[in-house]
């Protein structure tokens, strides 16, 4: 994923920085469920932003902030399911 800013619909101007902002409270309103947070952004936006741009956007909100090391390596990378 470029980081590029976007223009609204309304001609203004969104930053990068605040649609990885938008991520990160996505992410929190649903639980800190990547999935989840995916398909609602999808659905909000009207696009089918990847699992992976979409945590591209999340790591670089939380890198933004102090004290989220374990939190960022874990969505770089995601250990393997174990049932």
């Not at 590029?4 to 800190?32: C, N, P, V």
């Not at 947070?37 to 939380?62: C, E, H, I, P």
Request: glycine share 6%; aromatic share 8%; hydrophobic share 35%.
């Amino acid at each position: 994923m470029s980081k590029q800013s976007i223009t609204t619909t309304s001609g203004k101007t969104f930053t990068y920085e605040q649609s990885a902002d938008l991520a990160m409270a996505i992410w929190h309103r649903f639980g800190e469920d990547i999935d989840g947070a995916v398909a609602a952004w999808n659905r909000m936006l009207q696009n089918n932003t990847s699992r992976k741009d979409f945590t591209g956007l999340l790591v670089d909100a939380l890198s933004r902030l102090p004290g989220n090391e374990e939190v960022r390596e874990s969505l770089q990378n995601p250990k393997p399911f174990s049932a």
